[in-house]
C-alpha cells in the first residue's frame, strides 16, 4: 500500500471519512511521513526456502523521513532484532503470511548475505 493510501484508510478510521483524500493530500504535501506499517505488526521472510516471522519493533526516523525499520523475532527464549532500511524492508518481508506463502511457492528466495544463526543450529 502507498503512503497515501495508508494515510487515507488512517484517516478513515479515526477522524473524518468524508473528506479523508483531501486531508491525505494536504498532509503529505505538507510533509508529514507515514510509516509503511504499525509497530506490534507481524512480518514475515524467506530465507534459505523457509517462512520466518518477525515483528515490527520500531522505527528511526532522521529528517528525510523513515530511515530504518527494527524488527524482532524469538529464537528460544531469547529475543533478537534486525535493522533494515525501509528499502531493504520492502523488498525482503511480505505483511501476510500467505503473501510469503505464495512468493515462495513462485521461486522467490529473498535470500540475504548474513550469518543465520538459527541455521547453523540444525
Known amino acids: 500500500m502507498k503512503e497515501r493510501e495508508r494515510l487515507i484508510a488512517i ?3 479515526s477522524v473524518v471519512p468524508y473528506f479523508a483524500e483531501e486531508i491525505a ?5 505538507n510533509g508529514v511521513i507515514v510509516p509503511p506499517v504499525k509497530i506490534g505488526t507481524r512480518v514475515y521472510t524467506i530465507i534459505c ?3 520466518y516471522e518477525y515483528e515490527v519493533a520500531s522505527y528511526t526516523l532522521d529528517g528525510d523521513g ?4 527494527h524488527l524482532a523475532y524469538m529464537m528460544g527464549n531469547t529475543m533478537h532484532g534486525e535493522t533494515h532500511t525501509i528499502e531493504e524492508f520492502k523488498r525482503q518481508y511480505y505483511l501476510t503470511k500467505e503473501q510469503a506463502e505464495k512468493a515462495l511457492e513462485g521461486g522467490a528466495t529473498n535470500e540475504r548475505a ?9
Open 114 to 122: 548474513i550469518f543465520i544463526p538459527w541455521k547453523a543450529e540444525r
Open 25 to 29: 493530500d494536504n498532509l503529505l504535501k
Open 49 to 51: 526456502g523457509q517462512i
Open 11 to 13: 484517516i478513515k478510521q
Open 66 to 69: 523513515f530511515s530504518f525499520i
